[in-house]
Protein backbone atom coordinates (compact mmCIF):
# COMPACT_ATOMS: atom_id res chain seq x y z
CA UNK A 1 0.00 0.00 0.00
CA UNK A 2 2.87 2.25 0.66
CA UNK A 3 4.67 1.61 -2.22
CA UNK A 4 1.38 2.37 -3.80
CA UNK A 5 0.53 5.55 -2.29
CA UNK A 6 4.08 7.03 -3.01
CA UNK A 7 3.78 6.13 -6.87
CA UNK A 8 0.97 8.16 -6.72
CA UNK A 9 2.29 11.27 -4.92
CA UNK A 10 5.71 10.80 -7.59
CA UNK A 11 2.92 11.24 -10.47
CA UNK A 12 1.24 14.07 -9.01
CA UNK A 13 3.88 15.72 -8.28
CA UNK A 14 5.59 15.05 -12.06
CA UNK A 15 2.09 15.87 -13.54
CA UNK A 16 1.88 19.62 -11.53
CA UNK A 17 5.54 20.43 -12.11
CA UNK A 18 5.37 19.32 -16.05
CA UNK A 19 2.42 21.69 -16.29
CA UNK A 20 3.69 24.72 -14.78
CA UNK A 21 7.20 24.48 -16.95
CA UNK A 22 5.27 24.55 -19.96
CA UNK A 23 3.26 27.09 -19.16
CA UNK A 24 6.74 29.06 -17.81
CA UNK A 25 8.38 27.64 -21.12
CA UNK A 26 5.61 29.59 -23.10
CA UNK A 27 5.83 32.65 -20.79
CA UNK A 28 9.29 33.39 -21.09
CA UNK A 29 9.91 33.09 -24.65
CA UNK A 30 6.94 35.65 -24.89
CA UNK A 31 9.43 38.29 -26.06
CA UNK A 32 11.94 39.29 -27.60
CA UNK A 33 14.92 41.51 -26.69
CA UNK A 34 17.39 43.02 -28.69
CA UNK A 35 20.74 44.47 -28.42
CA UNK A 36 20.26 43.58 -24.72
CA UNK A 37 22.78 40.48 -24.56
CA UNK A 38 25.47 42.42 -26.45
CA UNK A 39 25.04 45.29 -23.70
CA UNK A 40 24.77 43.59 -20.88
CA UNK A 41 26.10 40.32 -21.49
CA UNK A 42 24.80 36.97 -22.75
CA UNK A 43 22.34 35.29 -20.91
CA UNK A 44 20.95 38.91 -19.74
CA UNK A 45 17.29 38.27 -21.75
CA UNK A 46 16.50 35.47 -20.70
CA UNK A 47 17.54 36.26 -17.04
CA UNK A 48 14.99 39.21 -16.97
CA UNK A 49 12.22 37.53 -18.35
CA UNK A 50 13.07 34.69 -15.74
CA UNK A 51 13.03 37.14 -13.09
CA UNK A 52 10.07 39.10 -14.35
CA UNK A 53 8.20 35.99 -14.51
CA UNK A 54 9.20 34.77 -10.59
CA UNK A 55 9.69 38.44 -8.94
CA UNK A 56 7.04 41.20 -11.22
CA UNK A 57 9.91 43.42 -11.22
CA UNK A 58 13.48 44.02 -12.45
CA UNK A 59 16.01 46.54 -12.99
CA UNK A 60 18.43 47.69 -15.30
CA UNK A 61 22.24 49.79 -14.03
CA UNK A 62 24.96 50.43 -15.10
CA UNK A 63 27.68 49.79 -12.21
CA UNK A 64 30.93 52.01 -12.29
CA UNK A 65 32.93 48.93 -13.09
CA UNK A 66 31.01 45.95 -13.83
CA UNK A 67 29.23 48.28 -17.15
CA UNK A 68 25.56 47.11 -17.70
CA UNK A 69 23.68 44.88 -16.08
CA UNK A 70 19.99 43.26 -15.80
CA UNK A 71 19.19 42.43 -12.00
CA UNK A 72 16.70 41.70 -9.22
CA UNK A 73 15.05 44.73 -7.54
CA UNK A 74 13.61 45.08 -4.60
CA UNK A 75 12.17 48.65 -2.95
CA UNK A 76 13.42 50.01 -0.28
CA UNK A 77 13.20 52.90 1.86
CA UNK A 78 10.52 55.31 1.89
CA UNK A 79 7.73 55.60 -1.24
CA UNK A 80 7.16 58.85 -3.12
CA UNK A 81 3.39 60.24 -3.47
CA UNK A 82 2.98 57.90 -6.65
CA UNK A 83 3.91 54.96 -4.91
CA UNK A 84 6.92 54.93 -6.95
CA UNK A 85 10.28 54.02 -4.39
CA UNK A 86 12.71 56.65 -3.99
CA UNK A 87 15.35 53.73 -3.55
CA UNK A 88 15.86 50.17 -5.28
CA UNK A 89 17.71 47.24 -3.70
CA UNK A 90 19.58 45.89 -7.23
CA UNK A 91 20.87 42.83 -6.14
CA UNK A 92 21.59 38.85 -8.21
CA UNK A 93 24.22 36.59 -7.13
CA UNK A 94 27.62 37.91 -6.24
CA UNK A 95 26.17 41.54 -6.35
CA UNK A 96 23.67 43.92 -3.95
CA UNK A 97 23.72 47.36 -3.82
CA UNK A 98 21.31 50.15 -3.69
CA UNK A 99 20.19 52.68 -6.31
CA UNK A 100 18.29 55.97 -6.38
CA UNK A 101 15.04 55.51 -8.57
CA UNK A 102 16.49 58.29 -10.89
CA UNK A 103 19.69 56.71 -11.02
CA UNK A 104 18.08 52.67 -12.71
CA UNK A 105 15.29 51.86 -14.86
CA UNK A 106 12.75 50.14 -13.07
CA UNK A 107 11.22 47.48 -15.00
CA UNK A 108 7.50 45.88 -14.31
CA UNK A 109 6.62 42.44 -15.20
CA UNK A 110 2.62 44.59 -15.96
CA UNK A 111 1.33 47.92 -14.05
CA UNK A 112 0.65 45.39 -10.73
CA UNK A 113 4.14 44.02 -10.75
CA UNK A 114 2.62 41.23 -10.15
CA UNK A 115 5.01 37.67 -11.09
CA UNK A 116 3.32 36.05 -13.97
CA UNK A 117 4.20 32.78 -12.04
CA UNK A 118 1.43 33.66 -9.42
CA UNK A 119 -1.78 32.94 -11.99
CA UNK A 120 0.43 30.45 -13.98
CA UNK A 121 0.81 27.95 -10.78
CA UNK A 122 -3.02 28.26 -10.45
CA UNK A 123 -3.43 27.08 -13.56
CA UNK A 124 -1.12 24.62 -13.74
CA UNK A 125 -2.74 23.35 -10.53
CA UNK A 126 -5.95 22.79 -12.29
CA UNK A 127 -4.68 21.15 -15.32
CA UNK A 128 -3.15 18.72 -12.84
CA UNK A 129 -6.11 17.98 -10.88
CA UNK A 130 -8.15 17.49 -13.94
CA UNK A 131 -5.13 15.20 -15.39
CA UNK A 132 -5.11 13.01 -12.46
CA UNK A 133 -9.09 12.37 -12.30
CA UNK A 134 -8.87 11.59 -15.47
CA UNK A 135 -5.92 8.86 -14.78
CA UNK A 136 -8.23 7.84 -11.83
CA UNK A 137 -11.44 7.59 -14.00
CA UNK A 138 -9.63 5.36 -16.71
CA UNK A 139 -8.55 2.98 -13.81
CA UNK A 140 -12.04 2.58 -12.86
CA UNK A 141 -13.15 1.64 -15.87
CA UNK A 142 -10.27 -1.29 -15.98
CA UNK A 143 -11.63 -2.32 -12.57
CA UNK A 144 -15.33 -1.85 -12.21
CA UNK A 145 -15.38 -3.77 -9.26
CA UNK A 146 -15.05 -3.85 -5.64
CA UNK A 147 -14.30 -7.20 -4.46
CA UNK A 148 -15.28 -7.73 -0.64
CA UNK A 149 -14.16 -10.69 1.24
CA UNK A 150 -12.49 -11.64 4.80
CA UNK A 151 -9.91 -10.59 6.66
CA UNK A 152 -8.57 -14.22 5.45
CA UNK A 153 -8.58 -13.55 2.24
CA UNK A 154 -6.69 -10.21 2.22
CA UNK A 155 -3.58 -11.19 0.02
CA UNK A 156 -5.87 -13.11 -2.02
CA UNK A 157 -7.69 -9.84 -3.08
CA UNK A 158 -4.42 -7.88 -3.64
CA UNK A 159 -3.44 -10.55 -6.33
CA UNK A 160 -6.54 -10.55 -7.88
CA UNK A 161 -6.50 -6.39 -8.50
CA UNK A 162 -2.90 -7.08 -9.30
CA UNK A 163 -3.80 -9.05 -12.34
CA UNK A 164 -6.65 -6.86 -12.63
CA UNK A 165 -4.97 -3.32 -13.06
CA UNK A 166 -1.93 -5.30 -15.13
CA UNK A 167 -4.61 -6.44 -17.37
CA UNK A 168 -4.34 -10.37 -16.64
CA UNK A 169 -7.06 -13.06 -16.90
CA UNK A 170 -7.12 -14.54 -13.16
CA UNK A 171 -8.02 -17.62 -12.50
CA UNK A 172 -7.32 -20.22 -9.21
CA UNK A 173 -6.97 -24.13 -9.40
CA UNK A 174 -7.55 -24.47 -5.94
CA UNK A 175 -10.54 -26.66 -4.74
CA UNK A 176 -9.70 -25.21 -1.14
CA UNK A 177 -10.23 -22.07 -2.05
CA UNK A 178 -14.32 -21.67 -2.40
CA UNK A 179 -14.83 -17.87 -3.82
CA UNK A 180 -18.21 -18.23 -4.28
CA UNK A 181 -18.18 -18.29 -0.25
CA UNK A 182 -15.76 -16.25 0.68
CA UNK A 183 -15.37 -13.35 -2.31
CA UNK A 184 -18.30 -11.30 -2.46
CA UNK A 185 -17.93 -8.68 -6.05
CA UNK A 186 -19.93 -5.64 -6.24
CA UNK A 187 -19.71 -3.66 -9.21
CA UNK A 188 -19.24 0.55 -9.40
CA UNK A 189 -20.41 0.96 -12.55
CA UNK A 190 -18.10 3.80 -12.62
CA UNK A 191 -19.45 6.50 -15.63
CA UNK A 192 -16.96 7.37 -18.42
CA UNK A 193 -16.19 10.90 -17.89
CA UNK A 194 -12.77 11.13 -19.63
CA UNK A 195 -14.08 12.69 -22.62
CA UNK A 196 -15.73 15.41 -20.61
CA UNK A 197 -12.81 16.18 -18.44
CA UNK A 198 -10.64 16.50 -21.94
CA UNK A 199 -13.07 19.20 -23.05
CA UNK A 200 -12.42 20.71 -19.55
CA UNK A 201 -8.72 20.49 -19.45
CA UNK A 202 -8.70 22.68 -22.64
CA UNK A 203 -10.73 24.82 -21.59
CA UNK A 204 -8.32 25.58 -18.58
CA UNK A 205 -5.20 25.23 -21.12
CA UNK A 206 -7.18 28.09 -23.22
CA UNK A 207 -7.70 29.91 -20.40
CA UNK A 208 -4.16 30.09 -19.51
CA UNK A 209 -3.42 30.92 -23.40
CA UNK A 210 -5.30 33.55 -23.28
CA UNK A 211 -3.77 35.36 -19.67
CA UNK A 212 -0.51 35.01 -21.61
CA UNK A 213 -1.74 36.98 -24.50
CA UNK A 214 -1.67 34.09 -26.95
CA UNK A 215 -4.44 33.33 -29.81
CA UNK A 216 -5.83 29.92 -28.47
CA UNK A 217 -8.93 30.72 -31.31
CA UNK A 218 -11.18 28.40 -28.70
CA UNK A 219 -10.10 24.88 -30.89
CA UNK A 220 -12.55 23.39 -28.86
CA UNK A 221 -15.70 25.02 -29.58
CA UNK A 222 -17.26 22.60 -32.45
CA UNK A 223 -19.86 25.57 -34.42
CA UNK A 224 -17.96 28.54 -35.71
CA UNK A 225 -17.89 31.67 -33.91
CA UNK A 226 -19.63 34.49 -35.08
CA UNK A 227 -17.43 37.79 -35.96
CA UNK A 228 -18.27 39.69 -32.62
CA UNK A 229 -17.41 37.15 -30.16
CA UNK A 230 -14.19 36.20 -32.47
CA UNK A 231 -13.65 39.78 -32.32
CA UNK A 232 -13.98 40.10 -28.53
CA UNK A 233 -11.89 37.28 -27.57
CA UNK A 234 -8.81 38.78 -29.67
CA UNK A 235 -9.07 41.93 -28.03
CA UNK A 236 -8.76 40.48 -24.47
CA UNK A 237 -5.77 38.01 -25.35
CA UNK A 238 -4.11 41.76 -27.06
CA UNK A 239 -5.14 43.19 -24.05
CA UNK A 240 -3.63 40.65 -21.71
CA UNK A 241 -0.28 40.65 -23.81
CA UNK A 242 0.06 44.50 -23.93
CA UNK A 243 -0.09 44.31 -20.36
CA UNK A 244 3.34 42.94 -20.02
CA UNK A 245 4.25 44.13 -23.38
CA UNK A 246 3.93 48.02 -22.64
CA UNK A 247 5.76 48.07 -19.47
CA UNK A 248 8.89 46.63 -20.94
CA UNK A 249 8.86 49.08 -24.34
CA UNK A 250 8.48 51.80 -21.58
CA UNK A 251 11.47 50.39 -19.62
CA UNK A 252 13.56 50.66 -23.28
CA UNK A 253 12.43 53.80 -23.69
CA UNK A 254 13.84 55.07 -20.56
CA UNK A 255 17.05 52.94 -20.50
CA UNK A 256 17.64 54.35 -24.44
CA UNK A 257 16.90 57.71 -23.05
CA UNK A 258 19.10 57.73 -19.57
CA UNK A 259 22.25 56.41 -21.69
CA UNK A 260 22.23 58.01 -24.93
CA UNK A 261 21.31 54.76 -26.68
CA UNK A 262 20.34 55.36 -30.62
CA UNK A 263 19.64 53.81 -34.60
CA UNK A 264 21.13 50.49 -34.22
CA UNK A 265 22.10 50.62 -30.62
CA UNK A 266 19.28 50.93 -29.12
CA UNK A 267 17.08 48.16 -26.96
CA UNK A 268 14.18 47.16 -27.95
CA UNK A 269 11.44 44.33 -27.42
CA UNK A 270 8.70 42.78 -29.79
CA UNK A 271 6.43 39.64 -29.61
CA UNK A 272 8.54 36.56 -30.84
CA UNK A 273 6.10 36.16 -33.85
CA UNK A 274 7.03 32.80 -34.51
CA UNK A 275 5.40 31.76 -31.23
CA UNK A 276 2.08 32.84 -32.76
CA UNK A 277 2.91 31.00 -35.70
CA UNK A 278 3.42 27.94 -33.98
CA UNK A 279 0.46 28.29 -32.23
CA UNK A 280 -1.74 29.18 -35.39
CA UNK A 281 -0.07 26.06 -37.02
CA UNK A 282 -0.65 24.13 -34.46
CA UNK A 283 -4.15 24.73 -34.24
CA UNK A 284 -4.78 24.52 -37.84
CA UNK A 285 -3.96 20.67 -37.98
CA UNK A 286 -6.08 20.39 -34.66
CA UNK A 287 -8.54 21.84 -36.60
CA UNK A 288 -8.15 19.64 -39.95
CA UNK A 289 -8.29 16.46 -38.02
CA UNK A 290 -11.66 17.35 -35.69
CA UNK A 291 -13.02 18.24 -39.33
CA UNK A 292 -11.82 14.71 -41.15
CA UNK A 293 -12.93 12.90 -38.13
CA UNK A 294 -16.35 14.46 -38.19
CA UNK A 295 -16.76 13.43 -41.90
CA UNK A 296 -15.32 9.95 -41.12
CA UNK A 297 -18.01 9.46 -38.11
CA UNK A 298 -20.82 10.68 -40.67
Not at 123 to 128: D, E, H, S, T
Not at 227 to 252: F, G, H
Request: glycine share 4%; net charge negative.
Amino acid sequence: MKKEVDLAMMINDATYIDYLDRLKMLAISLFEWENLDDIAGFGASKFLERVLYKNGRACFIKDETKGFMVLKANPCDKFNIYYLPEKVECFSLGYNKKYDFDDIVYIMNNLLEKPTFATLQLMAYRLFDTERTIDVNLTAQKTPVLIEGDHKTILTLKNVYMQYSGNTPFIFGNKQFDISNKLNVLKTDAPYLIDKLELHKHEIWNEALTFLGIDNANTDKKERLITDEANQNNEVINLYLQSRLAPRQKACDQFNELYGLTGDDKIMVRVRSDLHNIIKNAQSIINDYKKQEEIDNL
